[in-house]
């Protein structure tokens, strides 16, 4: 790799290696959180998080939803932090996601929600952290240092970390064996090239879509055009596209749609074409597409974990945009590695 490679571009190299170092050392600790939660029955599940860990958690709601048949929803840490209110939160199982687990705000929710009967599991990069010692249990995510303030091993260790546990919980033996499979797919993913995308992305907005898991990675794409390229981004789903957010889409306006192989695929490509029609440039994850074009992509062996090897080929592109526009993706302005919200 060149002297001059940014901090960025190496973590997103290091991605499928992580995720290895993940699957090859936090058995012990699914182990237990799934033991944990068994005997806790859970009726329902709760997530605590802020940023690309809160976009995590959006996957893990519709694995949740998808294989065990219990909501999830997110909860406002804030509700705690700034209101001083205990949630009622008896039978839930909830996952806090924080890569530096130093936040107060997340740390506090956790703690209270533990306080009211929760059953608390911390997915954390630091298990020494004060969110690890406030939790019932803790998975490492094991992704090795993250210098580049923005998030991208921590992201993809974090959902499969998550994931990893869901399906444990479900005994989706079809998942289990895909996830131990998904590093050589993340591996291939690093190489596909979206510079096509790129180059049409020069515009001062852009919308990404997705449906299902897959919005999850639409809401962090958007995030990353924000946050490293200085570029507006808004995530839909690409069911709610078309009440309102369409109307702003002309000749030209980029659009990124990300698609897995599950359900979904056909209708997200319907909304992709349907976009291509009005004069937008799609570009999407799917060979289902007529008129928007289609990216190289990698397909996994279960649908989901399809939308992790996705995430792992835009962030080399967005990553690639950002030095085009003369950015420093590792330094975005106005941000820090680590925020301490209260």
């Not at 995510?141 to 992201?155: C, D, L, M, Q, W």
């Amino acid at each position: 790799m060149p002297p001059d490679t940014t901090q960025m571009r190496r973590e997103i190299c290091e991605i499928p290696q992580a995720v290895d170092r993940l699957l090859s050392e936090g058995a012990g600790q699914i182990a237990e959180a799934a033991r944990l939660a068994r005997a806790a029955e859970p009726r329902y599940l709760l997530s605590v998080a802020r940023g690309s860990s809160d976009h995590a958690c959006t996957f893990l709601k519709y694995a949740s939803e998808l294989l065990l048949r219990r909501p999830m929803a997110s909860v406002g840490p804030s509700v705690k932090s700034i209101y001083g209110t205990d949630l009622m939160a008896d039978g839930a199982l909830c996952l806090s996601v924080s890569q530096s687990g130093q936040s107060p705000d997340i740390v506090q929710m956790t703690q209270s929600l533990s306080a009211s009967g929760a059953l608390t599991v911390a997915i954390t990069n630091d298990p020494a952290s004060r969110l690890a010692g406030v939790a019932d249990a803790v998975l490492a995510i094991h992704a090795g240092p993250e210098r580049s303030v923005a998030a991208t091993k921590t992201f993809v260790t974090s959902l499969v970390a998550g994931l990893w546990l869901v399906a444990d919980l479900a005994g989706d033996d079809a998942l289990l064996a895909a996830l131990r499979k998904l590093p050589r797919h993340l591996e291939a993913a690093t190489a596909c090239d979206w510079s096509a995308a790129g180059a049409a992305v020069g515009a001062r907005s852009l919308f990404t879509l997705g449906r299902g898991p897959s919005w999850a990675i639409s809401n962090e794409a958007a995030l990353k055009f924000k946050e490293t390229c200085l570029i507006h981004a808004e995530s839909y789903s690409s069911a709610e596209v078309h009440h309102g957010p369409v109307s702003i889409v002309e000749r030209g306006f980029p659009v990124i749609a990300f698609g897995a192989g599950d359900a979904a695929e056909q209708s997200l490509a319907d909304t992709a074409d349907a976009l291509a029609a009005k004069g937008a440039e799609v570009f999407a994850t799917t060979p289902l597409v007529a008129r928007a074009t289609c990216l190289p992509h990698v397909r996994t062996d279960h649908w989901l974990t399809d939308p992790v090897a996705v995430i792992v080929s835009f962030y080399g592109m967005v990553e690639a945009v950002a030095r085009a526009r003369g950015i420093d993706p590792d330094r975005p302005r106005h941000l820090n590695k680590v925020t301490q919200t209260l």
